[in-house]
């Protein structure tokens, strides 16, 4: 059994070309990433869906961790074989064991570059403080939503997702790759401090908590009734100058909106992949939170292990 630091994963999504295009870059020219020493596996993650250019064959693999799931050996739809063979191989009991799991990712939205946790855990924690501390990326906390569950990242001792926009699906983007570059390149180099026992420590860590979803207001029939106003396309991570603006009709109206008295800020605005799953935007609670002593620890015990 070998046993790496990192695992890096690409095209999750099989129509987010720009992290995969990079990963492959890197094969063929490990000069091109500095990996600070860590023993690093790449990957493509849903090998079977880029090479359809879809963004999933049956369902989406970042919503097919639960292990409930894995645990079903009746389940045969390809993103549930796929997450099973992932975890098999680089999962921390794997065959190729990695302790820390980077999901690369794009994003249609206007996001700009950000990491997104799913849940508190210290090492988690440690890494994104650390990460936001060198870079000052946004930090979308996404927890308490039953209907979002099964994400990849879950699956390892510690895993931040790296989102980076906006680029359309299936668009390579030499900008939208130099940020993931930039990105990868922090995570990897907080991981080398974390083992080593050397850089800062930043003293607070600001984060997005995700509060509820928002759909578009729909007609009886489930059309759409109005659209995101294009005014607020641009505001991700932005407070809202009012809530009678998020919706617009085709008459130019402005339907309100109620939303809870924490919500300050919402992300992945108009999001093409959420559609599907009837999200036009995420709503948050920008907080302010102090480092907490016992996140390093966690996160360089992992790392050292």
Known sequence: MTASDVLLVAATHGNELNAAWLLEQWQQQPSLLDDHGLGLQRVIGNPAA???????????????????????????????????????????QGQQPCCVALDLHSTTAAMGSCLVLYGRRPADLA?????????????????????????????????????????????????????????????????????????????QLVVHRHLSSRDLPRNADGQPSALVNPAFLGRNWLPS??????????????????????ASAAVFINEAAYAEKGIALSLTAREVWPVEPTWRPALEQLIRA
Do not use: M
């Open 50 to 92: 880029r090479n359809a250019n879809r963004r999933y064959v049956d369902r989406d693999l970042n919503r097919s961790f639960q292990q409930e799931r894995l645990d079903d050996q009746h389940d045969q739809d390809c993103e549930t074989v796929r997450a099973r063979e992932l975890v098999t191989r680089f999962g921390p």
């Open 241 to 262: 100058a009012s809530t009678a603006s998020l919706f617009e009709t085709a008459a130019g109206g402005e339907l309100p909106v109620a939303l809870p008295a924490e």
């Open 127 to 203: 890494l994104a403080s650390i990460v936001q501390g060198k870079l000052g990326l946004p930090v979308y906390l996404h927890e308490a939503d039953a209907a979002q569950t099964g994400f990849l990242v879950e699956r390892w001792p510690c895993g931040l997702v790296i989102e980076v926009g906006p680029v359309p699906q299936s668009l390579l983007d030499a900008r939208i790759v130099r940020q993931t570059r930039l990105a990868v390149e922090a995570c990897l180099s907080a991981l080398s401090e974390a083992r080593d026992g050397v850089g800062r420590t930043p003293r």
